[in-house]
């Protein structure tokens, strides 16, 4: 293991996140109508600027991604530090194309509002997730699971690796990793109790400011971050033990706690004093430090499916195209078009692909 083997904490996958996402986001919704009930009218007047989103908070907060760094991070399957750009959130190994790291400044970057279709999938599964839990129907439970994640890969693709672009058999994967661990979280009694001890958290907070704009007072809100950490551990522990970890199409479990933060923080930031939202990034571990990106000895390449030029450091066996998300055979030659001439970098694990090109097939093992 790399330098994550010493704290490594097992699962806490991207559906609890994405629960404690909409648990945060109906929480705050249910605060502001509470905030909205016994406010008089006359207070909102003066409330016409808004309250900072989550993204704006974060970018004042953490060093910018400047062009030409990337951030400082290292592989936990081969220990190899990250020096090639990264594109997104998911940041991967430029030697062996595991995830390595979740950049939360590039997350901000790419915030856009939920996409009304999935809004409307998760709103409209609400009474049958309901009726399938009290009455102890898993398999049912599971399968609505299922379509939610689905449209949530669907609609907001920006949200998930982009491993899901192109690469059918990780989507599928993703999609079913995350509706195991919906599932087996709603059936157990421990995180079913977590989650109402969240709820109480979120009663519990007093709010300042005017109607359209609140702040969370930061005392009001600690203890809220107290059941987060208890979340993080208990639900890791219940999926390692419940088989989900190892569904995980990247095998990251490692990153478990990041997700888990950065989606409380994402829920809540925006809502916070500054210093209170400084420290809860100290205390997240989200805050990023950024190294320059390094090249040196690297190849250029092309990727054998999008056509997107890359570079390769030597070594590498394996890298995901920063354009189209494939896995790409890097620890092989390149194979010349037998059309056109350009040499491409096949997808791991494909016999044959269409030129990026000139879309004429090519076959690998013919060429080879
Ligand atoms: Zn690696
Ligand atoms: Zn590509
Ligand atoms: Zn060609």
Redesign the pocket.
């Known amino acids: 293991m790399g330098i994550f083997g010493g704290n490594k904490i097992p699962g806490a996958g991207q559906q609890s996140v994405d629960d404690l996402v909409k648990q945060a986001q109906a929480m705050q919704a249910q605060a502001m109508q509470q905030m909205a009930d016994v406010q008089q009218v006359s207070e909102t007047s003066g409330a016409a600027t808004g309250s900072m989103t989550w993204a704006r908070q974060v970018m004042n907060l953490i060093a910018p991604a400047e062009p030409g760094f990337v951030k400082r991070c290292a592989c936990a399957v081969c220990g190899a530090p990250k020096k090639l750009p990264s594109v997104t959130a998911y940041v991967y190994c430029d030697y062996c194309g595991s995830l390595v790291d979740y950049d939360l400044r590039r997350a901000c970057e790419s915030d856009v509002p939920t996409d009304p279709q999935y809004a409307n999938t998760v709103n409209g599964a609400q009474p049958q997730l309901q009726a399938a839990q009290a009455s102890g129907d898993q398999v049912a439970y599971l399968e609505i699971q299922k379509q939610i994640y689905n449209s949530y890969v669907t609609y907001v693709p920006s949200a998930v690796s982009h491993r899901a672009k192109n690469d059918v058999r990780y989507r599928n994967k993703l999609v079913d990793y995350l509706a195991q661990s919906a599932t087996v979280d709603a059936f157990d009694a421990g995180s079913v109790q977590l989650t109402n001890e969240m709820r109480q958290r979120a009663i519990g907070l007093r709010y300042t400011g005017a109607m359209l704009s609140p702040t969370v007072e930061p005392d009001s809100f600690w203890p809220m971050v107290d059941t987060l950490q208890k979340q993080i551990t208990y639900l890791g522990e219940l999926h390692k033990s419940a088989g989900v970890t190892e569904l995980d199409p990247d095998q990251a479990d490692q990153l478990g706690p990041k997700f888990a933060w950065s989606m409380f923080c994402q829920g809540w930031l925006g809502m916070l004093p500054a210093d209170a939202a400084d420290a809860l990034l100290d205390q997240s571990g989200l805050k990023n430090s950024y190294i320059s990106i390094d090249t040196a000895g690297g190849t250029e390449r092309s990727c054998g499916g999008c056509g997107g030029h890359f570079t390769a450091l030597p070594g590498a066996t394996v890298m995901v195209c920063e354009d189209c998300g494939r896995q790409l055979d890097v620890g092989a030659a390149e194979i010349p ?6 040499t ?1 970098t096949f997808p791991v694990g494909a016999d044959s692909t269409a ?6 097939t ?1 076959d690998k093992v013919g060429i080879r």
Do not use: M, S
């Open positions: 078009c037998t059309n056109c001439g350009a491409i030129c990026p090109y000139c879309k004429v090519l």
